[in-house]
DNA sequence: TGACGACAATGGCGCAACGCAAAGCCACCG
DNA sequence: CGGTGGCTTTGCGTTGCGCCATTGTCGTCA
């Protein structure tokens, strides 16, 4: 669900007298504070990927958008706001890609489900270091509960989705016998075991295993529907 | 290779005056200290694993050992020393055990290849805490650093021999066309993956979707060595 | 057109936490 | 009984977050 585009809307609770004014107000003060918002996010990615969470502070967020560190808590109130609106900002992009590779309408299951495999795939090609934010973030305890408000409930759905995708397959294509659960946690396995490891050890990254593994598992299990390439 | 027993050594840099005394001193004092030793090693563990490394500081390490900060720092000179010295105590306990289930003589390529299987499979089970200081210590840039030196060496050298196995196992078997270096990296895909999932979402834990999903790859590469049960 | 008000942005400060080094204490070995 | 070595206490220097008063910038209303 490509859910709420508060992401700018983050450090703000000033009452701007509720009268309706997200129409008109051609304002360059406001697009230029939208720009810094967006701004800071992106440098907060840059520096996390790069340096990991325990180096990444507020001074040098700061530094690296060329401000003061006063901005940065003007528009996040705190640091974990901040972080929290990086990580909603990740999720919302991997949702857009989601919505656009699976859910896009006249595909088929089999379409479907192959677009989830494109989506993982690409997710990781184009943007590596926005893969490197997620396992940052899911890995430490403390910034793990962000990860398990934002991104955790977004994962589980789209591997029930997949899950049903699968189901659709095995019931339509006459299939028995076939473990959809276990098909459906090993792709999700293989999914996070291919970002985790290629953010490990970034010099094996764009190798074809992935994909490769994957429609093998596919294959396995629905033959007549997914042929090995 | 069940390498250096240093682990203990680890903070001392005093001349010992170079006299050999590994084998005499029955000193309750030194039984003490590597006693200490260990019991702040176990405590880090503990911590990294239950509130990640940012939170993890050496008084609180103390505290949860039950003496003070500088017991710490005496025995480890610093913090990265305590940290790459508990990387390393890790790294040693799942060697013992890669060897035992792998190693072992008498075994065929087929039986340590499911070795190798069992090891991953196991280790995950007995010390999920293990895992997740695995996972930690891989994901922050900076902790990745000692990674990169101690644990990744190993875990390449697992790949490379859980390959090695792959080939005489086809080679054996008269097997051909089959992708083996793509086999090897999935079943480093699952493995990571399964520690990584489990790490971020402990409650999905202890099924068997990895051993299946390892086995299914297993038995479509080389169907007459291995079944699925 | 000029003054006012909202909003973006700055520099600096206080407080707290942490890492680490120095010096002394005390148990135990020879 | 001298001294080695494990362990504690104390305190210093540094760093980071978040708040404050303030400045600069741009719409808006008289």
Redesign the interface.
């Known amino acids: 669900m490509a859910q709420r585009k508060a992401t700018a809307e983050a450090g703000k609770s000033k009452a701007t007298k509720g009268a309706a004014n997200d129409a008109a107000p051609k304002d360059r003060r406001r697009e230029r504070g939208e720009a810094s918002i967006q701004r800071i996010i992106d440098a907060t990615i840059e520096l996390i990927a ?6 990444v502070t507020m001074q040098r967020i700061a530094e690296h958008v060329g401000s003061s560190n006063a901005l940065v808590v003007f528009h996040f109130r705190s640091k974990e706001n901040l972080f929290r609106a990086v990580l909603q900002y990740l999720s919302d992009q991997y949702d857009a890609l989601w919505v656009t590779l699976v859910r896009a309408p006249g595909l088929s299951p089999v379409e479907r489900v192959l677009g989830a495999v494109d989506c993982a795939q690409r997710f990781a090609r184009l943007h590596p270091k926005w893969v490197s934010v997620f ?2 973030f ?7 509960q962000i ?1 398990n408000e934002i991104g ?1 409930p977004s994962d589980l759905a789209y591997t029930a989705e997949a899950r049903d995708l699968l189901i659709e397959i095995a019931r339509d294509g006459g299939y028995t016998g076939v ?1 959809i659960d ?1 098909l459906a ?2 792709l ?7 970002w ?2 290629d ?3 970034p010099s ?1 990254r764009d ?4 994909r ?2 994957m429609l ?2 596919l294959h ?1 299990a629905f033959p007549r529907h997914f042929e090995l390439e």
Chains 1, 2 share one sequence.
């Open positions: 790069e340096e990991g969470l325990a180096s396992v940052v899911s890995s430490d305890r403390k910034s793990m990860y955790l473990d276990t946690e090993s999700n396995y293989l999914v996070h075991g291919a985790y490891w953010h490990l050890n094996s190798t074809d295993v992935l490769k593994t093998l598992l396995q």
